[in-house]
């Protein structure tokens, strides 16, 4: 795969047809890939790659990148897709200035699902097929890829490649998953469960924003949590209510537009589970008002934006959805 | 407005101020000439709280239990239903239980239908 | 030196909180994090907290002053600075030399009397290394991670603790604790140490005359290209200092409090005079050339990181400081 | 449940200027009583209620916040309502998703002909928070008075 | 700094009884930015108006805060006074302590406590309060009439007899509604043709006036003023100009056996039709189910009839698109289906008829000449029976119409009373569950129904109806005579309720009116703007409202005509300034603003900003149109970047009341 995509990211800059290309660049261990724009095809031979490691999901950097002059390349795995459709959606991409590839993925593998599994030092990662040989300043060890994958990717909900300009690897389909898992665990707590668990979780958040700011759905030009005028202009939680303020609030923008792409949990330096927030979103939408997938096509009308006159009540939530 | 008022309004979920007096549910009534009050009398005395003069009454059993009354009457009144109560009423005013639980399985045989022990249960004890 | 059996690592734990409130690197909600020491709490596994030691003595949020208003007059109540002591335990040696830049900022004259009490109230308890990650590069800045320092260091040697006072408050926090036997450490083994792939990173181009150049680097603008511009590489910095001062209206009144900024961030220092750094690119600078150049500069060469590996782990994109570095020095990105 | 008699919550209610601050006045009128403590703020309709009002609201301290709009279908602005429905209910579950008690916020649809009905529903909102106790949840220590 | 005066009314006692106003003033004066904080009697006198003003001037406020009655109430009044003594009358905020506060209190301390709360609360929004000055948009200067009922024509009627232009829109081929079926009108038994058909004609000869027959509004786009509107005019296959309305073609017609639905199905008409006599347009429409040349292409009769050559079997739908300022509603209504009632026997016997299926029998130009014949056999009927309260009063929407239909009582006096002075061998029953005659001399017609021509007025509801041997078996109580009735009857005339028109409800999305649950135009004050509709620049005219009967439909149509003209004499209007207000530098493009705008106000341009470094960035931004933005505040919310603000209701200012009141 790798060298599938070197090679397409090189001669789409020496065929002239792109003049950026949008990938990821290799650092000093094997998992430390940075997303970055290359300008010529020999740069991309000695620096691209395109190994397990690549998680993050490159569409975001397109509202920036496909206002410039000339057209960019972009390497897409299924889930940044959809972030790449929603953001067009939203008007926020020039689609005419991108040329998207789609590239097929079998799920992405974390640093920190190696060091749960007791691998301490990593220095080198090498890839073997359903493998991975790691070695560290202790040991070397082979584990299957599957132990790897970061765990969003255990609960992937489509390998559907979208609005793609071309493809590398087979066009995917949605899969089964059971991505609600945890929040049905969640449901069925006790409501003091429940605040314990997010407290817990929040009291954590060091306000850093990786997590707004990785977020493809938080592209605003300027968050409400920036800017002076909003009334709630904010730079860190002072106290606890500002720790569940700063998500809530998250959540709630980005409902109905979130694609559940997992970037938010993945970046989290404190390993706070955010996913959790916007997946109950996506869940209480698709249960009340009809299935939804945010970036998932260019025609449906996201539920935050639509209503029926005979959308459930409030009182669904408040009387209890179980009667309780 | 006396206790038997109330309850005959609990048991048939029925309130009779609904009632926009049309007398729909009279003229409907194939039971007509022989009822000492008719439908919407009853409703009327229910409504006045005379629930009593009802009770005693024998006109109370010759309704049918056609529910043409129910089925016409254009504000949801429910004669028939108040009827019902009021014989049920009845029975609960003299008093004990004229079914208990533990007769049922005695009542049981292939002819009769379950449900209709079950109904008699409901109507001949006082319940909860 | 004295020592203590590890076996019983709580029960000397209780000692020095039976005193003065002790912290430990604990894991909290999953997370190794300096925690309040309560009967129970038992010390992480992991090499090094999320966070880094600095909050206790600068932490992300601090009140200042608390404004009263009522009707139209307003009356004003400083903060307290911190009065009680406290023990830090299980410090790594790269958090502690964080506390010797931190004060080189903060207790120069005028001394942040917030910062100063705290460093006055806290014996600091030091941890070596013996199992270091491959981010680790403490070495490479000059830090024995087997030498820790602080006011007691520590080892963890088999089935025994050794503890070594550095300092006056070292010395009466051991004598503070009971039945604290004479013992020696045997040699460590750090072969370890030469084996981190990061250990010959060499800093010391950047503390010369040659700021201007650095500053007009042709890497800043690929570096600094993918940047998201959030705050997670500041806020787990051990020496990151930069704060915001802020007012909250409670309704009754004001609370000034302040909080860690982030020079990543696009309002960084815009209360000064507005035009502030306008691109990531100039905000990614400032926070690399901080570090780097700036920093040695104005503090006799003293570089502005303790390769503690924080940000190279936490970056959501893998951009760090030995990337930036290397890049630097190679003068392309 | 323990009910503390010197606890008088506070509770803001978001009124839509049409029906439900139309309806609340001909409470008024009909000098139908509610509790003191329900105060009203006046939106122009239900929709422009931000979540971060209704936050806002409980940070600086009250106890429970309910939203009063058009009946469905009966918005001044033809559709606000089924808008603010729709955030509202979102909003809810996923502060019941966070453990807050999820009685503490309500939406009625109050018209402008149901001051009886306004009443009745402060009362009981009233009534509800009461026996719930302050908002602990979500407060913000620094807003209360030493 | 801000100067904010406080004026707390005492409304007589109506607050002061129950809330200590001076303690209000004093300690509201202590509040920081108040200047000056007083309590009077009256605010909204004269004097107290003049004392707020004088405060203005002399303390230089540059906000008021009035603690009074509603806002609702004195909102408009307190505005004009702030202006005229030069303030902004946006400047102004009212803390609601009487309808919110004294009239709900007993306890006098609760009650001061809640009014200082409130009036903090005003204080604290008025800070954040700036000027706001109104826009003006331009009026068209044309009316849209949409029915050409009595109630649509006689709207037309009176604003072009002002002088404005005016389109009747009407769905059928010709004007006239429901009142061309009527026979004779109560009370005084006038012919209603005689009446009406005068009006037709004066419409369709007013210089001002557009008829647009045969054709439905398709589009509705803009607002007050400056509303566009797509009309589709269906293909009637005939060419208006040329037709002259002879009627040959309806004669030669070769297919004879289309219902009419001007005589309700009673009779049949040809598939090339005028509906009736006098109608306007007096053209020819063909019915294309029907008609065999549109059908197969075999036929052509009326074509080679028609010596005006108006026969023009391609004709087309047509989309017309025009500007009005003002859009009067007159759609009217129907009498409802009555299949729920089946126990009237309604489809099982002919002669069980609706009233109006009973005006047409009755009317000289209707299937039967005007003799009372029954349809099933065209005989002399001898006993009828008026059953009344067919489907109103009804317990919910399932039953049938909770509400009074309102004409039924008087129609059917008018019916049984010509029934007897035409044949006075018939016996006529009356059956009903009140007879309700609210109305100029209504109550002596009806009493005249009973007391000179017999009409038997009998309490109680018909219970049943069986069609048996040729009549109709009616069983029914007469509750007040306490016996059970068993009366044959030859006809059975339900009072059927009316309902609104079917087209209404998809009308009213289009409008953006509002409705009640039965499809009822909502009108913007049930008692004080009775004739207008919440969304200004839209009237209402006749039934579309409410029932009603012919004297108040019309008194209704000339008053929404009334209202019109107002609205198009003037040059321009004043928008309402409390709109949307994007932050362009805020602005993400994303769209989320426009898909919530029920009005349409929001548009997005590519706008050139200036980027850092002296760069220039394009970007999509949001763009209110304030004329057409009726200050919602639905996109504000669905707005992630807070980007999009409400004037008058913005963030800060609601945050500002929320602490105010949580502190």
Known sequence: MQSRVIEKAASLLESGACTRVLGWKAGAFFYDVTPAVFTCAQEVREQMVFNPFCGANLSKYLIAESRKEGRIAVFLKPCDTFSFVQLQKEHRIARDKVWAVGVQCRGMCDIDSLKELGLKGVTAVEEAEDDLRVTTLYQEKTISRKEALSPRCHTCKSRKLLDCDELIGDQGQDLPSSRFAQVEALEAMTPEERFAFWRGELSKCIRCNACRNVCPACSCEKCVFDNPNSGVQNKAAASSFEENLFHIIRAFHVAGRCTDCGECTRVCPQHIPLHLLNRKFIKDMNEFYGPYQAGGDFDAKPPMLAFTLDDPEASIITNGRDGQ | ?128 | MKTWKLSTLDALFAAIAGKQTLYIPADVAGQPVFARWEPGLAMTRALNTGRSAKDLFFPQVEDLARFRVAGKTVSVSPAQALQEPFVIFGVRACDCRSFDILDSVFLAEPADTFYQARREQATVVTLACSQPEETCFCTSLGIDPQAPGGDVSCWMAEDTLYLQANTEKGEALLASLPRLEDGEKPDADSSVFDKLPLKDLDFSAFSGKALMDWFNSPVWERLSQSCLGCGSCTFVCPTCQCYDVRDFDTGHGVQRYRCWDSCMYSDFTMMAHGTNRPTQKERFRQRFMHKLVYHPNNHGGQIGCVGCGRCLQKCPISMNIVKVANALKEGKA | MQVNETFTPTIVAFCCNWCSYAGADLSGTNRLQYPANVKIIRIPCSCRLNPMFILRAFQRGADGVILCGCHPGDCHYTTGNYYARRRMTLLFSLLDFMGIERERTRVEWVSAAEGAKFAATMNDFTQTITRLGPNRRLEDLRCKVE | MQRIGVFVCWCGSNIAATVDVETVAQTLAKEPGVVFSTDYQYMCSQAGQELIQEAIREHRLTGVVICSCSPRMHEATFRKTVEKAGLNPYLLEIANIREQCSWIHKDKLTATQKAVILGRAAIAKVQLNAPLTAGKSPVTKRALVIGGGIAGIQTALDIAEAGFPVDIVEKKPTIGGKMTQIDKTFPTLDCAACILTPKMVDASQNENIDIISYAQVEKVQGFVGNFSVTIRKKARYVDEHKCTGCGLCTEKCPQKKVPNEFNLGLDNRRAIYIPFAQAVPKVATIDPNYCAMLKSGKCGVCAKVCTAGAIDYKQQDQLITREYGAIVVATGFEPIQLDKFDEFAYSQSPDVVTSLEFERLMNAAGPTGGTLLRPSDGKHPHTLVFVQCVGSRCDGAEKGKSYCSKICCMYTAKHAMLTREKYPDTEVYVFYIDVRTPGKNFDEFYRRAVEEYGVHYIKGMVGKVTPQDGKLKVQASDLLGGRQLRIDADMVILAAAIEPDKTARPLATMLTASMDTNDFFTEAHPKLRPVESPTAGIFLSGACQGPKDIPETVAQASAAAAKVIGLLVKDSLTCNPCTAKPDELMCNGCSSCEKVCPYGAITYVDKSFRGPNRTTLIRRVAQVNPAVCQGCGACTVACPSGAMDLLGFSNQQILAEVDAICR
């Open chain 2, 1 to 128: 407005m006396t206790d038997w008022t109330n309850r005959v309004q609990e048991i048939s979920g029925v309130n009779p101020r609904k009632c926009m007096k049309c007398g729909k549910c009279t003229a409907t009534c194939p039971a007509y000439d022989q009822m000492e009050y008719h439908p919407h009398q009853f409703v009327d005395m229910v409504c006045t709280g005379r629930v009593e003069e009802l009770m005693a009454s024998k006109g109370i059993y010759t309704c049918l239990g056609c529910f043409a009354c129910v089925e016409r009457c254009p504000r949801s009144v429910e004669p028939a239903n108040l009827i019902e109560a009021v014989r049920l009423a009845v029975i609960r005013q003299q008093g004990g239980n004229h079914m208990k639980p533990d007769q049922i399985p005695g009542l049981l045989n292939e002819e009769l239908p379950q449900q209709a022990i079950t109904s008699a249960l409901r109507k001949y004890s006082k319940g909860g």
